[in-house]
T-cell receptor, first 114, second 111 residues
Framework: DAKTTQPNSMESNEEEPVHLPCNHSTISGTDYIHWYRQLPSQGPEYVIHGLTSNVNNRMASLAIAEDRKSSTLILHRATLRDAAVYYCILRDYWGRSNSGYALNFGKGTSLLVT | NAGVTQTPKFRILKIGQSMTLQCTQDMNHNYMYWYRQDPGMGLKLIYYSVGAGITDKGEVPNGYNVSRSTTEDFPLRLELAAPSQTSVYFC??????????FGNGTRLTVT
């Protein structure tokens, strides 16, 4: 699986936008970019995913670089409830790997909101 | 829908004891997974199942066993607990290419 690189931690002020970066220089043409987040004492939850175009949903926006070697998860107005670990994960279009449809979770970015 | 339900939420075991972590989902998902998460680390895949009666090892299967007799349930068994198995265990499920749904975890301490 192609690897992703994220900062270990970031800080944000409440009510301000947050841009969480992810580098994936070895991404393949069929890899989707997925974002999950893990709130304290909870399991990870799906946030958003995309392939080439920018994507928006009620939780966040995903901005994907033109060369697809990096992406940014955007929280438009951070709240205290957005404090979590955010994971950027690549998954092949077909999804199927040696472990069914399992995802590989790295350490992610720990977001502190104050 | 309850989603993915894990029990118990917390457990303390003595070295050498056994226990079963329960996981059940009500979404009729074929694929189910067990992950463990050590402090400050990402999640590591222990075992997975692609359907009732079919299971396979993930990245860190040693010391664990699983079974999948029904679509809904995917229990994880620890036979001889060791301190290295102190961790938070997460169960997840999916239909396939759709997002994974996770339970809220079981925090296990082995002393």
């Amino acid at each position: 699986d192609a690897k992703t690189t994220q900062p270990n931690s970031m800080e944000s002020n409440e009510e301000e936008p947050v841009h969480l970066p992810c580098n994936h220089s070895t991404i393949s043409g069929t890899d989707y970019i997925h974002w999950y987040r893990q709130l304290p004492s909870q399991g990870p939850e799906y946030v958003i995913h995309g392939l080439t175009s920018n994507v928006n949903n009620r939780m966040a926006s995903l901005a994907i670089a033109e060369d697809r070697k990096s992406s940014t998860l955007i929280l438009h107005r951070a709240t205290l409830r957005d404090a979590a670990v955010y994971y950027c994960i690549l998954r092949d279009y077909w999804g199927r790997s040696n472990s069914g449809y399992a995802l590989n979770f790295g350490k992610g970015t720990s977001l502190l909101v104050t | 829908n309850a989603g993915v339900t894990q029990t118990p939420k917390f457990r303390i075991l003595k070295i050498g004891q056994s226990m079963t972590l329960q996981c059940t989902q009500d979404m009729n998902h074929n694929y189910m997974y067990w992950y463990r998460q050590d402090p400050g680390m990402g999640l590591k895949l222990i075992y997975y199942s692609v359907g009732a009666g079919i299971t396979d090892k993930g990245e860190v299967p040693n010391g664990y066993n699983v079974s999948r007799s029904t679509t809904e349930d995917f229990p994880l068994r620890l036979e001889l607990a060791a301190p290295s198995q102190t961790s938070v265990y997460f169960c997840a499920s999916t239909m396939g290419r759709s997002p994974l749904h996770f339970g809220n975890g079981t925090r296990l301490t082995v002393t």
